[in-house]
C-alpha cells in the first residue's frame, strides 16, 4: 500500500498476588532468586528455548521471564518444568503485570489543533512493560478518547504507541516509528496490532 502498511493474512502483579506467588516452593534459582515472573514481547531474531508468537504475528514473540537483583532472565528449561508452567498459567500472571503497570504508568498524549487526540504513547523503565497490550485495562484507558479499538505498536521494549484504530492514523506516521525503531536500543518489531475487548493480534507490518 501506498501508506507503507502491509496487511497479514486475515487475522482471526498485584504486589501481594506476586508475593504468594513467589513465595512457592521452586520459584527461584539458587543463583537468582525471582522477584517478579511475566511475558517480554521481543522481535523473532532474539532465540530462546521458551517462546509463542501472538495470533498472526511473524516478527514479534512472547518471551518468558523472571525478574532477579540484578535484571531479568529469561526462563531456561529445567525452571519452566520445575514449577510446572504452562502457557496458560504465564500468560494469566502476565496480564495480572500488565494491569498493575496500567495502574502506574503516565501515559503522553498528542493531540491535534482541536483538541482531539492524534495518539499516545506510554514510555517506562520497567522491563515488563510491553505486557501492558495483555491488559484490558489498555482498551478501557482509552475507550472514551480512542474509541473501542486500538493499534498498537511495540517498537522497543520501554516504549509503546497508541493509536485509534478508525481511520487508521497510525499511517500518517509510519517513516518516524520505523525511524524510531531502527535507532531502537531493545527493538521489537514493527509490526502493528490490533487490540480491543477480544484480545489482540497481529494485522501487519510497517514497511521498513
Known sequence: MANGFQPHRTFSLAVAFAAALLAQPGWAQEDAPAKRVGIIFEGTFEKHVNS????????????PYYEWDYGVRAFDESYWTDNRFTWERITSIAER????????????????????????YIKDKDPFLSSIILSKKLVEKFRD???????????????????PANGM???DYGSALVD????ARL???????LVDDYGFRV????ER
Request: net charge negative.
Open 52 to 63: 509463542k508468537k501472538p495470533a498472526d504475528s511473524e516478527l514479534t514473540q512472547m518471551v
Open 97 to 120: 503485570v500488565g494491569d498493575n503497570l496500567m495502574e502506574v504508568v503516565e501515559p503522553m498524549v498528542v493531540r491535534d489543533d482541536r483538541g482531539v487526540i492524534k495518539y499516545a
Open 145 to 163: 478518547s480512542m474509541g473501542d479499538s486500538l493499534h498498537v505498536m511495540l517498537i522497543d521494549r520501554h516504549i509503546v504507541y497508541i493509536f
Open 169 to 171: 492514523p497510525i499511517t
Open 180 to 183: 524510531e525503531y531502527r535507532k
Open 187 to 193: 527493538p521489537i518489531s514493527l509490526e502493528v496490532f
Open 203 to 206: 494485522i501487519g507490518e510497517l
